[in-house]
């Protein structure tokens, strides 16, 4: 099986440190999240691993081996980096079958990812008469050519429509499925919940996060519980007699935090308070990312000490 | 990675672009019209009937040149380097194979550009032609593919020096067209080793210069080696 391995990553561009001191694993089998706001080094990150950019100091492997030693790499690794960067006046049959024949991988593995991303019916257009989310269907498809082992995409759902959107959901759960390694990068938090099973959060290119994600969102987000109720009199002093706070919003709901919904339900119950409505609130990836990136840097001291 | 498949990829980059195919007929057609256009004015004492046969490479290099410069600064829009190098890691032989696939097709066309030039030439020329031998129309032949493949590979070289096709081309576009006719005339002075005067020399019956044919051939053959080699390191050395 075949894992990334970031090893104290350090690319600097003048005196701007890019990516700093950056050590992380991507494992097979997993949808790896790469998180971080524009400009937190995602980017360049893929670009050090592919072997494209040089790095200052520290290394990264694909499957133990530096990208430039892998033979065939494309069979290796499938990575879209930027779905602008093919030429276009190449029809996009051709600019795979340029792809494919740098490789060795059979002219059939053009014509099946073109299937595969949806493309077959435009594959002997010109590309630059294709749309931003058709031009990045042909960016997963140049990924998938040589059926890698590790797969590296840099925020796929660009410009897709929402059924690209569900589609490539689908798909990195599939590759994931198939044991394949898989690292998507992207600044959008519920679609990276959506799919990701596994984060890598950067900030000013430093490592913030590598947790899995359920377990990141649980950390830092705490539950609640969301209640409607025609008597809401009642139901606050009914929980404010157990030590409950009710907080009341706009639309009517109320929402009790750190409370669970079997302590709730019958508290309500015991009082005799009718509910409209009695729901578990589940902490979602934005919240515990905003909450990250607010003590962004006690929680860099802290992993660095682990 | 071996260095065929990366020439099968550059040279379906080649054929899958019209405008690149589009350059390489180029270089045949305005040759072989540039040269049929100069045998209508054979006077003067200084008529060479060889150059005037072969006159329309000064013309037809240009097309080479657009060729070279268009087929490498396509690397380098946008991420398609990145694209190139992700499919072929080895920068060396990256580069080794782009210049491979340069040369050859502009090699073939050159030869063939110098046959019909050629043979356009002598037929407008006619009787004054006569006095060519065997040897001085094969060696024009065979040093038109040559010279035009050279002039190719230089501009290629100076496309990954500057990272520019816009960049390469005004600066060797009006190098060709000003520096080498104004200063062209200055025989024995450093116009002599310019890669165009140093090239065309094989294209002349007589030549009263340090350089022969081929020494002039060896000299423009030296300038696209260093533009490649600097293109190359700057390739290997530079971010992508």
């Given at each position: 099986m075949?894992s990334i391995d ?10 701007r440190?890019a990516?700093?001191h950056l ?11 790469f998180l971080?706001p524009n400009g ?8 050090l691993?592919?072997g494209l ?12 081996r530096?990208y430039?030693a ?8 499938g ?18 079958c ?5 490789n060795?991988?059979?002219q ?5 990812v073109?299937?595969?991303t ?15 989310g058709m031009?990045?269907r042909?960016?997963?498809a ?5 059926e ?7 925020e796929?759902s ?8 569900i589609w490539?959901?689908?798909l990195?759960?599939r ?17 990276t919940?959506s ?5 890598v959060?950067?900030?000013?290119g430093r ?10 969102i ?12 025609t ?12 030590g409950?706070d ?5 639309n ?13 339900g ?14 578990q609130?589940?902490?979602t990836?934005?919240?515990a ?6 003590t962004?840097t ?5 992993t660095?000490?682990? | 990675m ?6 099968h990829?550059?040279w ?5 672009l019209?405008?690149l195919v ?8 305005a ?5 049929a ?6 006077e ?6 060889l ?9 037809g290099q ?12 396509s ?7 990145r694209?190139?190098?992700t ?22 066309v050159?030869?063939?550009t110098?046959g019909?030039?050629?043979?356009v030439?002598?037929?407008v ?7 060519l031998?065997?040897?001085?129309e094969?060696r024009a032949?065979?040093g ?14 100076l ?6 096709g ?5 600066m060797?576009?009006?190098?060709l067209?000003?520096?080498?006719f104004?200063?062209?005339?200055m ?6 080793v310019?890669p165009?005067r140093?090239g065309?020399?094989?294209f002349?019956e007589?030549?009263?210069g ?9 000299v423009?053959?030296?300038w ?5 080699l600097?293109g190359?390191?700057r ?6």
């Open positions: 075949t970031v090893q104290s990553l350090t690319k600097e561009y003048g005196s440190k990516v700093d050590t992380f694993t991507v494992r097979p089998g997993l949808v790896t999240g971080g937190a080094g995602k980017s360049t990150t893929m670009r691993v592919l950019d040089r790095p200052t100091s520290g290394s990264a492997t694909v499957g133990g530096p430039p892998l033979r065939e790499p494309l069979r290796h690794v990575a879209l980096l930027d779905a602008q960067a093919a030429h276009g006046s190449r029809t996009g049959r051709d600019h795979l340029v792809l494919a024949a740098s060795r991988i059979p059939r593995r053009v014509d099946e073109l299937a595969e949806g493309l077959a019916s435009v594959a002997r257009r010109r590309v630059k008469t294709y749309s931003l031009r990045q042909l960016g997963i140049a990924a998938l050519l040589g890698p082992e590790v797969v590296m995409l840099d796929p660009n410009g897709l429509d929402p059924e690209g959107i490539i959901r689908a990195l759960r590759l994931a499925g198939e044991g394949r390694t898989v690292l998507v990068s992207s600044h959008l938090m519920n679609e919940a799919f990701a099973d596994h984060l959060v950067l900030g000013r490592l913030l996060a590598d947790t899995p994600m359920r377990e990141f649980d950390a830092r987000v705490q539950p609640r519980v969301r209640i409607r109720t008597d809401a009199t009642a139901l606050k002093s009914a929980l404010a007699r157990h409950h009710v907080v009341e919003h706009e009517g709901h109320w929402t009790v935090d750190h409370a669970r919904v079997d302590d709730i019958r508290l309500a119950s015991a009082a005799g308070v009718p509910l409209l409505e009695l729901a609130e589940e902490g990836l934005e919240q990312y905003l909450d990250l990136t607010g962004e006690e929680f860099t001291t802290q660095q000490e682990a | 071996e260095f065929t498949p990366a020439l990829s550059e379906l980059k080649i054929r899958t019209r405008s589009g350059g390489l007929a180029a270089v045949l057609l040759t072989a019209m540039f040269s256009l100069a045998g209508a004015d054979s003067g004492a200084d008529f060479d009937p150059f005037s046969v072969f006159f329309g490479v000064s013309f240009i097309a080479a040149i657009a060729f070279g410069t268009t087929a490498m600064s690397e380098f829009r946008g991420g398609a380097l694209i190139a190098l499919a072929v890691p080895r920068r060396g032989r990256w580069f080794a194979a782009k210049a491979v696939a340069i040369a050859v097709p502009v090699l073939v050159g030869l063939v110098g019909v030039s050629l043979a030439g002598e037929a020329l006619g009787a004054k032609a006569d006095g031998t065997w040897g001085e094969l032949v065979v038109c593919g040559v010279y035009l493949t050279l002039m190719a590979l230089l501009a290629a070289g496309t990954a020096v500057l990272r520019s816009v960049a390469t081309l005004s060797v576009i009006p190098f067209l000003i520096v080498s104004v200063i062209g005339d025989s024995g002075s450093v116009a002599d310019l165009d140093a065309q020399v094989v002349h007589t030549w009263d340090v350089l022969g044919p081929w020494s002039g051939l060896a423009t053959g030296l696209a080696g260093a533009a490649l600097l190359a390191w390739v290997r050395r530079r971010d992508a």
